[in-house]
Nanobody, 131 residues
Framework: QLQLVESGGGLVQPGGSLRLSCTAS????????IGWFRQVPGKEREGVSC????????YYEDSVKGRFTISRDKDKNTVYLQMNSLKAEDSAVYYC????????????????????????WGQGTQVTVSS
């Protein structure tokens, strides 16, 4: 079964850190551009950070630059999102996505959609930043 599974979400105080994991089964993430997206009720899903399949070039949305880091662990077939200095406005459901139709991280993040053929979404993990 082809699937992505996110983990690592939870409740954290402002200024704290979390590391989200996106682990794949049935597909090798090396061949995919991977993105982390977030969504809050009433708003569109937005691209937070993406990493390209060809050279691991990373893209970050402006509000997370300097605070979030995306990375791959090829041995574990997992992509991580390290989130530091968390703010209340970072609270959202975070989703990972894999897309083989593009090698460009920025494109995936800005479009915030994956190809119908060869694209996958995880089920999401809740991140709540609150004191």
């Amino acid at each position: 079964q082809l699937q992505l599974v996110e983990s690592g979400g939870g409740l954290v105080q402002p200024g704290g850190s979390l590391r989200l994991s996106c682990t794949a089964s049935g597909l090798t993430l090396d061949y995919y551009t991977i993105g982390w997206f977030r969504q809050v009720p009433g708003k569109e899903r937005e691209g937070v950070s993406c990493i390209g399949s060809s050279d691991d070039t990373a893209y970050y949305e402006d509000s997370v630059k300097g605070r979030f880091t995306i990375s791959r662990d090829k041995d574990k077939n997992t992509v991580y999102l390290q989130m530091n200095s968390l703010k209340a406005e970072d609270s959202a459901v975070y989703y990972c996505a894999a897309d083989r139709s593009t090698t460009f991280a920025e494109a995936l993040c800005l479009i915030a959609r994956v190809a119908a053929d060869g694209g996958f979404w995880g089920q999401g993990t809740q991140v709540t930043v609150s004191s």
